[in-house]
């Protein structure tokens, strides 16, 4: 059974930073594309960040392009997210997920979460203006 769990939110003030763990199980993590995603409150699930299986590509949303940074650890089944500079708007639950497909995947794939199969429960990040 694949499992992801996530940590590492938690209440920080604008222009902070903050390092989002998920650990993942029941997979042989190190073929799987890995993605972060997140839900602010009133909102729908947004794309934010994904790696590709072999942590070659990544790719990053708009709004978080050059504030993120997305990486893998295969050895220890971990994929990270470094947030930077965060601002109030960034407030969210962030989610973990992996690529329902094993290899390599395109840009626009790994942007849609209909394109993950498994999740974690979600962190809460919240950013303080």
């Known amino acids: 059974q694949v499992q992801l769990v996530e940590s590492g939110g938690g209440l920080v003030q604008a222009g902070g930073s903050l390092r989002l763990s998920c650990a993942a199980s029941g997979r042989t993590f190190s073929m799987y594309s890995m993605g972060w995603f997140r839900r602010a409150p009133g909102k729908e699930r947004e794309f934010v960040a994904a790696i590709t299986w072999n942590g070659g590509n990544t790719y990053y949303s708009d709004s978080v392009k050059g504030r993120f940074t997305i990486s893998r650890d295969n050895a220890k089944n971990m994929v990270y997210l470094q947030m930077n500079s965060l601002k109030p708007e960034d407030t969210a639950v962030y989610y973990c997920?992996?690529?329902?497909?094993?290899?390599?995947?395109?840009?626009?794939?790994?942007?849609?979460?209909?394109?993950?199969?498994?999740w974690g429960q979600g962190t809460q990040v919240t950013v303080s203006s």
């Open positions: 997920a992996t690529h329902r497909a094993f290899g390599p995947s395109t840009a626009w794939a790994l942007s849609r979460d209909v394109e993950y199969d498994y």
